[in-house]
Every structure is written in C-alpha cells, then in structure tokens.
C-alpha cells in the first residue's frame, strides 16, 4: 500500500500544495463575472468535500453506504435552524453541526458494525429516505417541501485589515476551498498513518484484521463518524451558497451522484474522488448546450466509465502511462 | 361510531391490493439478488417502462386494457434482456459486488432521462376500464382492484411453481445456493441467469402496466414503488420468495392503515423505521435462511 506515497515522490509534497493554491486562487478568474459558473464552482468543492468523505467510509473501510446525502443534509439543516432559531453565529453553528452529523453517522455505523455489504447498502439508504421525510414532514422546524428561503452567507470577517464577505461568490469560493484543502490534508495524513493501514485492513479482510487484534467495529464507526462529519461541514455551506434549503436537495438519489463521483474517479486512492467530483459536477454543464439529452449523455457516460474503467479515470490514466514507460515496470 | 370492522377490511383490502403489485416488484429485486448477489437499481425502470407501454398500446393502438398488460409484460421482458447483455453480463464474474451496483445506477439515470427526452416531464394520465365501484355491504374496491389481485396473485403463483417444481427452477435455486458447483454439475448459469432477469423485469413492467392508471406516470414514477420493494425484500429476507410474499403484502397492509391514522406523508417514514428496526432485531429477514459463512 506504499504505491500512493511513491505515487507522488517524484515532485515533494509542497509542490503540489502550492500547484494546488495557485490553481484555486487563478480557477474564479477564468469564469469571469458569470456568477452562475461562479456558483458552480463552489457546488464543485462542496462535492469534493463529500465525494472525500464518502470515501474514507466507501473506499477505505470498504462499507457500503449509500446515504450519504443525509449527513449532508443534517449539516444543511441544523446549521441553518441553529443560525435562525437559536441565533447561533455562523462558525458556532457550523462546528456544531458537523458534530452533530459525526455522532449521527456513529449512529449509523451502529448497523454498519451488524450488517454487511448489500444489507448495509439498503440500511443506509433507508437511513437517507428517513432523514429527507423528515426534513419533508417536520413543517415546524423545516417548513416541509416549500422550504427555507433568504439564508445568508457566513458573516464578514477582516483580514488583514480587509473585509472579505461572503456575498461576494468569489470569497466564498475561496472559503470553501480552504475547508476542502484543510480536509484533504487531514485525510491524506489519516490514511497514510498507521490508521489507514487499520481501515484498509478492515477493508480486505475483516476476519484477519480481527485475529490480528484490530477492533473492526471501532474503526468502522471512526470511519462512518469523521465521513458523516465532513459531509456535515460541507452542508453547512450549501446553504449560505444557494440561499435557499429544501428537503429534495437531500434525496436519496444525491447520495447516488456522491457515489457514482467516487466510483468515476477511483476509489480508495486520495485523488480520484477530487477528480470524479470535478468531472461529474462540471459534465451536465458542459453539455447544457445540448438541451435536455444532457442527462442522458451523463447517464451514459457513467454507465461506459464503470464498464470500460473498472478503476475509474485515476486507475485509467494510471495503467496509459504504465503502457507508455514501461516494458519493465512492475505495475502496481 | 363509524363501523370499525368494516373500516378494518376496507383498509386491509386497500392494503392486499398495493401489498401485491409490491410483491410482483419485490419478487423480481429478490430473484436477481438470489442468482447473481447483485441489487438492481434500474428495477425502478421496467416499473415505469411497463406503465408507458400499456399507456401507448391504449391511448395509440387502440388496444384493449387486459392486452396492454400483456404487452407491458414483454417490454420489461425485453429491456430486461438489454440490461442483462449490457451490463450484468460483462461485469458478471469479477468478484466486485460495487461496480454491477453503479452501473445499473447509470443505467436506472440513463433510462430515466431517455424517458425524459421522448415522453417530457408532463404527467401522463389514463383510465382503465374497470373503474366502476363493486359495493358489497358498507365495503367498497374497484373493478381495477379485483383485476389487480387476480392477475397478480396468478403471476406470483406461476413464478413461484416455476421456481420450486420445474426443473430449470431448480437449476436456478441451485445457482442462487452455490453458484460454482451449480455450473459443475452442467448447469448452464449464463442463460439461467438470463433468464432470471427476464422474468424478473417481465414480472414489474406487468406490475407497472397495473399501477399505471394509478400513478402519476412520468419517466421517475417507478421509483416510488422500487424504494418500497426494497425495503421489502430487506424484510423479507434477500433471495427469500416466501418471506418477499409476506413482506410484500404487510407493507402493503402498513401503508393503507397508515394513510389512514397518520397521513399519507409519512408512509415512508413508517415502512423504513420499521426496516431498520427489523434490520437491528433480525437482519436475516421474517423468514431465516441459513447461509454458511465462509471464512
């Protein structure tokens, strides 16, 4: 399992960073003043954000969770009720609110730890079906399906005695980029840790990982609780960003785009679900011109890359450029 | 004091009828998941895809309502034999149980937006013909009702004969059970297989033909009732014909009596908490089957 360090040796790590820094800080300039692909942009990070989490659960662990829409939503939800009805500051009830998807999703991994495979797919699915009824069904404290209107962006804030605000998509591209740059190196450091070899372990074999002395279930639930609590954190931008909240954001089919970003890219490798994200967000877009055939192109697409590119697009360039290089390689 | 008995039976009859176009469903999601251990999500699709084509064999060629079924019976058949050759049969064998779950996601999306670009999002609407009210006692259910129970319950009945005293029933239980001895002892599973599928899609494009004067039918209308189905067949038991059949039909029973003391909203609520309850007290299902584990 080395192979994702050596990946990267040839260029030190910093490199990348700065490479990566660079590109978002040039990325809003490209679009111009459209304030609709400005828009885009963000729902781009915000998807990288959960294709990443849905990964560390989906890729890394092995568990097969297929509602991860739910956390996102609980993120959406609780941070905007936390702002509105108990006049929370917008950091506060951000920080809270991924909280409160992280011990929501160590509730799910409660089944997690009893079910396997399509069992726990279903399980989770049912899970996203009843979080998105309530959000539907709870007019009091979400307004049901007409819902929540006029939500505004995080509070300005001064830095280096310039005040940046949020209304300004551009900032809040910014803002939002720096979560998903702070969140991939988080992980990236989880999963190249001693921990990363536990989950992985988990993943492969779950009989061995336990005789071997690793408490499956704790890491399953670690997995489900810090997953849950990324996709909580990148809901509660979605709001600030869109304005506006209601509960069929959060249907169970979103949890299918998640996945289907993260099979596209490659899952299990740090980069591909970045990738999946930013290629299946920026797909139906490209294709908008072609009217409503664009879904169907989206949908064929997907179908063609899970047929053709069993590893996704990472493990596609991956082996072209070993067919390229190498007649002596050993491919990995 | 309305009449609390009849109350009951009006609902349970409400209930049977949903309870056994959910079955039909549910049968077909179990089926697949006994043979091959895959979960189809473009289940949804031969739902829908049944409903349009009874729709335009009516409303188009004129033709009669109890044939349409018939015709919806074939085209989930067919698109059955497409996405078997497409996609199940190429990702078969890899040992990936993920991957065949995505693609049949991409197809469900690719299916769902090709419906969309020919039929458009406006709903589309027909009457059966078996709309008149049979009344007896203080008790009511429509002709379409009556139609729905016999033709259902007879479809259910072939599917189950089939598979318990036929021999290529047989066959595909032994695949379902052990699917490398099963093609050791000269079973030829890629047809099997097939077939299975087939039949599975044949069996919810019927359903859809009969649901199809009942929904709201547009390219998604499907999916409402495959969400169910797996619930369903998680209750059941997955690979469990008996255990679906009685899912099928409680689930039915939950939801009219749900829409009768709760409100229809929470329909959804009711039937997945109770899955994940049933999941937490018995994640085997109502019915057990006993699976060795292989470590």
Redesign the interface.
Known sequence: MSNQASQKSSFPRWVWFALVFAAIAVIPMLVGGSAYWKSILISIVLNIMLAMSLNLI?GYTGQ?HLGHSGFFGVGAYATTLLIQKAGFNFWIAMVASSMMAGVIGILLA??AT??K???L???S???A??LH??L??WDSMTSGPLGIYGIAPPPAMTIFGKLIKFNDQVNLFYLVSIFAVLVYIFLDNILRSPIGETLRAVREDE?SAASLGINTKLWKIFSFGVGAAIAGLAGSFYPSFVGTLVPDSFA??ES?TY??MV?VGG?GTMIGPVIGAIVLTLLPEVLRDIG??R??V???T??LV??FM?GGIVQGFKSLISKKTSTTSSSN | MVDIASLIIQQSINGIVMGCLYVMVALGLTLI?GVM?Q?N?AHADFVTLGAFASYFFVKWMGGGYLISILVAFLAGGVLGYIINL??FA??RD?G????P???T??????????S??FFGPVPYQYDTPYADAIRIGKIFFTEQSLLVVLVASAAIAALYAFMKFTFTGKALRAISQDRETAGLMGINQAFLIMLTIVIASAMAGMAGAMLGPILVLTPFAG?SVV?KA??I??IGG?GNMEGTIIAGLLVGLIEAFTTQYLGS??I??VV??L??VM??VR?TGLIAEKKEEN?
């Open positions: 989906l097969l409660f089944f009893r079910l495979g399509h069992y797919a279903i399980a699915m049912a899970f079906v009843i009824q309530i539907l069904n009989v169970v089919v299918f996945l289907a099979i899952m409503d055939a879904l169907l989206y949908g064929i997907l179908t899970i047929l069993p | 998941y251990n979960i999500f497409t996609i190429p990702l890899r990936d149980e993920l991957r779950l995505i693609a996601i991409g197809a469900s999306i690719l299916l769902e937006n090709g969309l670009l999916a969400v797996f619930a067949v998680i997955f909203g929470v959804d609520l997945f908490g899955l994940l999941l937490l994640p470590v």
